[in-house]
């Protein structure tokens, strides 16, 4: 009887099972990082788009503004936040943004790109935009 | 204080924890009180929303930066 017992546990028996992988949890996490490191880039990346926008505004609305001339006089009278938002702010969110991709693009293992971007294009957005706030204020 | 105070939900952090409330009601009083300041001290509505926006997009980026702490704090825990 207990033979029996032991050969009937032993047919139930199979294979040990991991129903998630390690590695999926750690990508898991990562991207989860990334998506909560493209939010705060796009929060703070919106101060200095919306003085764009309202430059791009008044160039439009009055004569002779041009949106370099009212970046260059919002620079001379507020010289530390304009640097602040225009180049430290841009800096270190393309450099934050950078490193998600890099992280998830390494876990992933360099296998499928077109799903790497699937991930990140938010990430990939902000450093876009990034991009663009500071070539407008360098130029 | 049982962390994360936050989560993510599309474009917004949404507090989960009565920390995470008391943030977002003092944010959301500094955006009034806000409001009212620059409202006495600008004399047209495009002058009061310009700024305004710029104040409230300040206020929600510090909110925002809050939040990420956070959650980046209780991962790490």
């Known amino acids: ?12 028996m ?5 129903e998630e992988l390690k590695h999926q949890d750690m990508l898991e996490h990562t991207i989860i990082k990334a998506r909560d490191t493209s939010l705060l880039s796009w929060w703070w ?8 926008a309202a430059f791009c505004m008044k160039s439009f609305f009055m004569p002779g503004a041009t949106l370099s001339t009212s970046i260059h006089e919002f620079s001379n009278k507020q010289h ?3 640097i602040l938002l225009f180049i430290i702010v841009p800096i ?7 490193l998600s991709i890099l992280k998830i693009y390494s876990i992933f293992g360099g296998v499928s790109r077109l799903k790497v971007i699937e991930e990140t294009w938010f990430n990939l957005l902000m450093i876009v935009l990034s991009l663009l706030i500071l070539i407008t204020y360098l130029i | 204080m049982p962390l994360p105070w936050f989560k993510r939900s599309g474009l917004f952090f949404v507090p989960t924890t009565l920390i995470g409330w008391l943030l977002l009601m003092a944010a959301l009083a500094y955006a009034v009180y806000t409001f009212i300041q620059i409202n006495n001290e ?3 509505v495009s002058d009061t929303l310009m700024n305004f926006v710029f104040s409230l997009l300040i206020i929600g980026a510090v909110y925002s930066l809050i939040a990420f702490i956070s959650i980046r704090a209780s991962k790490t825990k």
């Open chain 1, 1 to 12: 009887m207990e033979q029996m017992n032991f050969e009937n546990t032993l047919l139930n």
């Open chain 1, 14 to 18: 199979s294979k040990p099972q991991i």
């Open chain 1, 45 to 52: 990346l919106s101060i200095p788009l919306y003085v764009i």
């Open chain 1, 80 to 82: 530390y936040l304009s």
């Open chain 1, 92 to 98: 270190a969110f393309i450099l934050l943004n950078a």
């Open chain 2, 42 to 44: 600008n004399h047209s």
